[in-house]
């Protein structure tokens, strides 16, 4: 029972990569698992439900990643890659990130799942600050704002990504890296 749980979940959050939030249906998730949508309904009362649920599935490995992170005695560069890594790994190349398409369809979502994405956004900054200020010698440079200019590039390398059939990932952990040795 718990394993169709995951999947269900699992399925939501390739959907919410591919067509966004707004687009996809438990009618959709039920057929392709070739149930009623009541059995999907048994695990998640209604759609905001499975979002809220995709979104703790997103929460958990910012918060696992956290952890790696601390732990790692690697570059800002190599860990930099390594946060590009860990999320790519979650989705099929071309998707974009869960994250990245549920912003794109904030005024659509219930106010649960507002809240939920905005403390999900909040901690990917955190991850991104901590790694940028461990690399950084000038207390003088607002680390927030480069940690907001980093994940912006990676989010939009992933957009350029899909839209282009091209890997930017390359391009964009470059010009970071040229960004931060400056």
Partial sequence: MENRKSQIIDLASSLIRKKGYPTFSIDEISKH???TKASIFYHFEKKEDLGLAVMEQLHQRLVNFTSIIQLS??????????????????????DICPTSSLQSDYEMLP???RQ???????LELAI??????????????????L???ILSAIKGALQYNRAMRDNFIPDIMYGINR????
Avoid: W
């Fill in 73 to 94: 005695s690697q570059s800002v560069e190599e860990k930099l890659i390594q946060y590009c890594d860990y999320h790519s790994r979650q989705f099929v190349e071309y």
């Fill in 147 to 149: 940690a907001i200019t």
């Fill in 179 to 182: 960004l931060l040795k400056t």
């Fill in 128 to 145: 991104i600050n901590e790694i940028v200020a461990e690399g950084l010698v000038d207390p003088a440079i607002n680390t927030r704002a």
């Fill in 116 to 122: 939920k994405l905005q403390e999900i956004g909040e």
């Fill in 111 to 113: 106010e649960s799942m």
């Fill in 33 to 35: 698992f070739g149930v």
